[in-house]
């Protein structure tokens, strides 16, 4: 059985916006998705969803991946099990670990030979193939680890304060919101362009201030990124409820992260804090995690078998 593993993320910037094409900044972080796999005499995919066989409906990436994956080699059967530390469907990329652990895999089983690159490219284009409409942003940063300014694909400074995350147990989909923001941009385009594309001056003006590790200012750029959110719909109250916690409880900054509409938000603290803003989002009803930055992606975990 071989076994990869890769990253889920959270955004300092730019969901959504990036979807149009503007500039977004992303962090894996180091909560990891595991895929183990072996030749069998049928298709089998075990996850937290079920045990399935190709199956679009409960395993819709994994059954992209082995129907892309076919393009390079030949797969009679295969069995797959999936393992994650990521929440399902709530803002940390879960889909886009899941896939890209799964290409890395099947990659080194069958020794197709795909480069990082091409394992971040088939990603995207299965994102895309589930989604509708999807940024290259998670299934990158999920190979590359790090945090990357999207789209240049430019890998920055690592963050090195903690990252809090606060679930809110709200069921999101990505293809959802996705959907929403779209339908919004079209129905009012004179105004929701310009709000689109101040997300994106947000992440152009935060560059600079992430290579020199300011995450004051970060913070308060992050604080303005979530008003924004808020206003193309993606926010909820769960959500502000966690993000108001931290932010009250000394956050240095505090947003949604992903696709929202339920799902995580994430808080950037200071070292002597984070334990306290994880205990305020508990306090205001959400789940939190304590985590950081990674500069490690997809990575081979074991060879055995
Ligand atoms: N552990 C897992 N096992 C199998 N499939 C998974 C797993 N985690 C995620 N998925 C797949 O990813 C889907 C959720 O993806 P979705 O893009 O909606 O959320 P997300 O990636 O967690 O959030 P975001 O895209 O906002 O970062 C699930 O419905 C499932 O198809
Ligand atoms: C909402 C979105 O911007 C981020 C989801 O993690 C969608 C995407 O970039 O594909
Ligand atoms: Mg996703």
Redesign the pocket.
Known sequence: MITCSAPG?VYLFG?HAVVYGENAICCAVELR?KVSVEKSDEIIIE???GRTRLDHD?????SYVIEKMRQFVDIPGVRIV???E?????????????TVASIQALNHLYECGLSLEDIAKTGHEIEKM??GNASPT?TYVSTMGGVVMIPQRKKLELINCPIVVGNTHKF????Q?VGNVSKLRSDFPSVVEPILSNIGQISILAEKLVAEGDYETIGKLMNINQGLLDAIGVGCAELSSLVYAARDNGAISAKI???GGG?CMVALTREDNAEAIAKAIENAGGEAIITKNTAEGVRLESLHG
């Open positions: 993320k969901e998705t996850s937290i969803l409960t395993h819709p990436y994994v999936i393992e994650s990521l929440p399902v469907g709530s803002g940390l990329g879960s889909s886009a670990a899941v589930v989604q998670d999101s989909s990505t293809k919101l992260t992903g696709a799902g």
